[in-house]
């Protein structure tokens, strides 16, 4: 099975912030990854798939990029309503497997 | 516009079978090139694949539950259904349902998620 490692656990950041989030896979996944957001007591909602390509309707301030076994979201600038948890979630191989989530909140 | 919506009981006994139904709208789970897959998701924790069944009725289980595990479809009332058998208290989580399509790849639509407790 492929573990998906996400850093940091929990990220502080201000209104406005440029804020990275990194994922590693334990074995080459090409291109095979999506980011999704989640917000309490909801289900998660697709940001990003194949890495680095934006879902429609998502705004342009949320960006990913890597191949591989490196990948990182990154939000150029931190609105309020980003706040949530994060998921990277690769579909190369079976299990799909999800990282452990980034949890981000406003400082 | 698609919407899934996931039912079925909220407490289940340890050792007993854990039984989810997905109902479908907007879409035939019988055609197109999606997966209908289940995610859980335990309280205050991250997500876990579970499985996921093709329209032809072919399914693939995550190795860690597929000895409990069967998937199933019922193309009349356009649904899939989820049977986890053995249960035990870490069976307990939030279940969503949600397709995974491959153009553009990702899980899209999800249900909203129901909680399965699983205690006697």
């Known amino acids: 099975d492929i573990q998906m490692t996400q850093s940091p656990s929990s990220l502080s950041a201000s209104v406005g912030d440029r804020v990275t989030i990194t994922c590693q896979a334990s074995?080459?996944?090409?291109?095979?990854l999506s980011w999704y957001q989640q917000k309490p007591g909801k289900a998660p909602e697709l940001l990003i798939y194949?890495?680095?390509n934006l879902e429609t309707g998502v705004p342009s301030r949320f960006s990913g990029s890597g191949s591989g076994t490196d990948f990182t979201l990154t939000i150029s600038s931190l609105q309020p309503e980003d706040i949530a948890t994060y998921y990277c979630?690769?579909?190369?191989?079976?299990?799909?497997?999800f990282g452990q989530g980034t949890k981000l909140e406003i400082k | 516009q698609v919407q899934l919506q996931e039912s079925g009981p909220g407490l289940v006994k340890p050792s007993q079978t854990l039984s989810l139904t997905c109902s479908v709208s907007?879409?035939?789970?019988?055609?197109?090139?999606?997966?209908w897959t289940w995610i859980r998701q335990p309280a205050g924790k991250g997500l876990e694949w579970i499985g996921r069944?093709?329209?032809?009725?072919?399914?693939d289980y995550n190795p860690s539950l597929e000895s409990r595990l069967t998937m199933s479809l019922d193309s009349s009332n356009n649904q899939f259904s989820l049977r986890l058998n053995s249960v035990t208290a870490a069976d307990t989580a939030v279940y969503f349902c949600?397709?995974?399509?491959?153009?553009?790849?990702?899980?899209?639509?999800w249900g909203q998620g129901a909680l399965v407790i699983v205690s006697s």
């Open positions: 979630q690769q579909y190369d191989n079976i299990p799909y497997s």
């Open positions: 949600a397709r995974f399509r491959w153009n553009p790849p990702g899980f899209d639509p």
């Open positions: 194949d890495a680095s």
């Open positions: 069944i093709y329209t032809t009725g072919s399914a």
């Open positions: 907007g879409a035939s789970i019988s055609s197109g090139d999606y997966y």
């Open positions: 074995q080459d996944i090409r291109k095979y």
